[in-house]
């Protein structure tokens, strides 16, 4: 692939000098000069008239700089896409609370969480604490919360 390339070229053009160029990639200018000529091997074209006091794109160049502009933000946002993806909270939370938490504590913790993970599908159960804890008991929510203390009797 020809990102790195790509990437010089863009630069290269908007700082309209191959040192410039070269200081804002942290790479060195015969890099930069490298990378230019690949590419116009590669298209077989000239993409810069150059003369020792200016830099002029050609108009090859010119067709280059705007497609090459979208390929990079496209290989960008498929970066962000695929790391978002990994990071991504995706399934189904069952939520078991007693009335009080239920009705007052926990529906602004749910918009929150659901503008922070909208892929993941929130179900609310809402009972007495009892409810909640035989719940809980049974693997029937993933989650329980509840105000009160509650007597547990040992799980095995």
Do not use: W
Request: hydrophobic residues 40%.
């Amino acid at each position: 692939m020809y990102y790195d390339a790509l990437k010089t070229f863009v630069t290269l053009v908007e700082t309209k000098n191959f040192t410039r160029a070269a200081e804002f990639l942290h790479i060195s200018q015969p890099s930069v000069s490298v990378h230019i000529k690949n590419l116009e091997a590669e298209f077989k074209t000239e993409l810069f008239i150059r003369s020792p006091k200016v830099l002029k794109i050609t108009p090859t160049g010119e067709i280059l700089y705007e497609r090459a502009k979208q390929i990079l933000s496209m290989y960008e946002q498929t970066q962000k896409d695929i790391l978002e993806h990994h990071h991504d909270i995706i399934g189904k939370l069952i939520i078991g609370a007693s009335f009080t938490i239920g009705e007052y504590v926990l529906p602004p913790l749910l918009v929150e969480l659901h503008s922070k993970y909208p892929n993941l599908e929130l179900e609310i159960f809402i009972g007495n604490t009892e409810e909640i804890v035989q719940s809980v008991r049974l693997f029937n929510v993933d989650i329980g919360l509840i105000e009160g203390q509650t007597m547990i009797e040992n799980c095995r």
